[in-house]
């Protein structure tokens, strides 16, 4: 039987590679696709409070995983 999305659920785009390693290097890859470059890394406190969440998600994960 062959697995469907659920409906509005959009899934990985055809072709991506499978999401493989570590939660944190998960946790990274996200971080360096989305953040350097963005508005958030203009300002300094910003940046510092969004790198202090990263930080603190992978800390999660690993309790929760």
């Known amino acids: 039987m062959e697995e ?3 409906p509005g659920i959009a899934g990985p785009p055809a072709g991506a590679p499978a ?3 570590s939660l944190d290097d998960i946790v990274e890859r996200w971080w360096a ?3 350097p470059g963005s ?3 203009r ?3 910003a ?3 969004a790198f ?3 930080e603190e998600l992978k800390r999660r994960l690993k309790g929760v995983l």
């Open 19 to 21: 999401a493989s390693g």
């Open 4 to 6: 469907t999305a659920a």
């Open 33 to 35: 696709d989305h953040f």
């Open 47 to 49: 940046w510092n409070h």
């Open 43 to 45: 300002v300094t406190p």
């Open 52 to 54: 202090a969440a990263k």
């Open 39 to 41: 508005p958030v890394a």
